[in-house]
């Protein structure tokens, strides 16, 4: 699958199906931080990922006064 | 087979799961939790009324945005603030986003220039004065907005901070026992001479929950961060509580309202204390216990010093 993530902004690829979760852990990402978006649709940590999906990985922390 | 998790209200399948709710919910019931938590927000520590003539501060982030379209969704009165920061392509397309959200929802939004009215940036204004960006940042967005509540007759300024960073800032003020800053950190600031009240609405929703708020409603906000808050002290407070909740959901929500609750009422004394000393700025006119007020000090400063290019901060902060 096509993975796009931010900060900065890459795309990857990952083989093979995942669980939202997985795919977190296996990246380094804190899940509190991260929202996974498929489509414009947001996907639940235990959803399954398909080798042929297209993902956005979007961080959710802003920083500042 | 794979069976997807099911939302908790009505079993039909889950868009989100949230850990400290030990739960998952579809997008109906996920807004539904959202609307709640800020009703109860606003009921709990009567943050508003109906009444109100509430001026929000928007920068065209998830949250600002989320709970503009919050407080209308409530059925509450609200305009926008936009302030222009000059911080390079960032302010330009943050404007955008404020811009087009409110054009999508027929709301009205005020824009604000710091270089077109004030002569100065906030690059420059570091520069200038050899603090951090949010420095002089958080002290012109705050004597913005409340120059601006005060002047245009709105009876309250909201914010869109979110549970993540009023938990950010209570463990920075915490870990340094910075009493006088604790005092004051509150949903709800009452209005007093010169000041709004002011209100943040969001303090029981998380970062993620703001964020899919507007994922769901479809928000277009600015997702990219201001290139100024790399590496911030904000930022690692907030990674530290995070790494916190993941181990154990439902901390950073403990560890804010409960401080709230049950802290902030003990320190209620040292509020009132500093309600006391304040005069008059002789340039503006604004609240300040000195003569001449933070910002306009921060003006003259920063208005006669040469343009910096937002590039030049950055790159010294990497
Ligand atoms: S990160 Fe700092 S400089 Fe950037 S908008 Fe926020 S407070 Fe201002
Ligand atoms: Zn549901
Ligand atoms: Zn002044």
Not at chain 2, 105 to 112: T, Y
């Amino acid at each position: 699958m096509q993975v796009h993530l931010r900060n900065p902004t890459r795309v990857i690829e990952v083989s093979g199906r995942r669980k939202v979760h997985a795919l977190l852990v296996e990246l380094g990402l804190n899940r509190e931080s991260h929202l996974v978006i498929r489509n414009g649709t947001l996907v639940p940590g235990d959803g399954e990922l398909d080798a042929d999906d297209v993902i956005e990985i979007r961080p959710v922390i802003s920083g500042g006064a | 087979m794979h069976v997807p998790s099911k939302c908790r209200v009505c079993r039909e399948p889950a868009i989100i799961d949230l850990p400290r709710h030990n739960a998952n919910f579809c997008a109906e019931h996920f807004l539904e939790l959202c609307r709640r938590q800020v009703t109860k927000a606003i009921e709990q520590w009567k943050l508003l009324d109906h009444d109100d003539r509430i001026l929000v501060a928007v920068s065209g982030g998830k949250d600002s945005l989320a709970v503009w379209d919050l407080l209308i969704e409530l059925g509450y009165r609200a305009d926008g603030l936009y302030v222009g920061l000059g911080i390079g392509d960032y302010s330009d397309v943050s404007a955008d986003h404020a811009r087009a959200f409110a054009r999508s929802r027929d709301l009205h939004l005020i824009e604000i220039s710091l270089r077109g009215e004030y002569g100065y940036d906030i690059p420059t204004a570091a520069k200038a004065t050899r603090r951090v960006p949010c420095s002089a940042c958080g002290l012109s967005k705050r004597h913005l907005f409340d120059k601006a509540a005060i002047d245009r007759g709105y009876t309250a300024l909201v914010t869109g901070h979110n549970l993540d960073d009023e938990a950010a800032v209570l463990l920075g003020n915490t870990l340094r026992w910075e009493i006088d800053y604790l005092a004051r950190q509150l949903p709800l600031l009452p209005a007093r001479d010169g000041f709004p009240k002011k209100v943040k609405p969001l303090v029981r929703l998380t970062e993620r929950e703001t964020a899919a708020w507007c994922v769901v409603r479809g928000i277009d906000y600015l997702v990219d961060e201001c290139p100024m808050a790399v590496g911030n002290k904000h930022l690692h407070h907030k990674a530290t509580l995070n790494a916190i909740e993941a181990e154990s959901p439902g901390s950073k929500a403990s560890f804010y309202l409960n401080f709230v609750e049950r802290m902030a009422p003990l320190l209620a004394g040292r509020l009132a204390d500093d309600r006391e000393a304040l005069g008059t700025c002789a340039e503006c006119g604004a609240p300040t216990s000195g003569e001449v007020c933070a910002f306009c000090r921060l003006v003259t400063v920063a208005s006669a010093h040469e343009r910096v290019p937002v590039e030049l901060v950055t790159r010294g902060r990497r």
